[in-house]
Each structure stands twice: as C-alpha cells, then as structure tokens.
C-alpha cells in the first residue's frame, strides 16, 4: 500500500537572510493543508530555530554551503525535514533513517543553551535528529491535535 502525500522540497545558500522566505512558505504550505493560525505559528518557530542552527553552525571558517527543507503533506499531518550539508534528499529514504536521538548527545544547537531544540521539542508533536554528514531534523505537526497525546506521544505510528 503505497502513502498518499505531497512533497514540496527547497533549497538555499545557509544564509540568514533566506529564514523570512522559508516562514512565508512553511504559512503557504500549512494553509492550504487547513492548519490553524496556531499550529503555523508553532512551527514556523520550530523551524525557524532549526534553519537558524544550521545556518549559524554547519559551515566552518567562511566555507559556503547549502540548507535543503522538505515539507511532506498528509491529510493528517506534516511532516518537515530540515537537513545542513546541502544535498537534496529522497525524503522515503531519510524519513528510514531518521530514528529517536540520544538527548546527552551533543548536537550543535545544544550549545545554544540548550533551548533550540527545548523549542522545537514543544511547539512540534514529533522530533527526530539524524547526525551523519550534517545534521538532518523531522519534525511533524498533527493537524487534528486528537493524534497526539497530553504528553506529545503521537497515537498513530502512520
């Protein structure tokens, strides 16, 4: 049985200037999908925090590099990938390989305070951190929040 989705996929230099462009399109993509104002706050907040890091710690010493953000739109959710070292992605593929991070596991943006991910952690119903060659964040908000639970456990596995 195949998944039922749209993919939108971006990429751009890993500039700040480009963070206002991605908030307008995540607003596009969550309104045509019927989020509430709310759920697109939330996460243009979350992702918003996770392009700034990579933005602000992928690359080293003035080397130029590439962001590349997807958005997966499902009837119930979205899910969206934000990944640093600039390669396009087949999502099928990444979403796989994208498991539970270890939280004492020194991920750039911890060394923000700690509050990057803290953020993203509670405006999005799932987070997952995949480090290899960059790092690679899935986020998914629930459009009906009765998928998710008090404790942001997701009722679904799909």
Sequence with gaps: MSVNYDYVEMKFPASAEYVGLIRLTLSGVFSRAGASYDQIEDSKIAVSEAVTNAVKHAYKDGEQGDITIGFAIYPEKIEIVVSDKGKSFNYEEVREDLGPYDKDENVDF???????????????????????????????????????????????NG
């Design 110 to 156: 911890l060394r923000e305070g700690g509050l990057g991910l803290f953020l993203i952690e509670a405006l999005m119903d799932e987070v997952f951190v995949k480090k290899d060659s960059g790092v690679t964040i899935s986020m998914t908000k629930y459009m009906d929040e009765s998928q998710v639970h008090a404790d942001g456990e997701s009722i679904t």
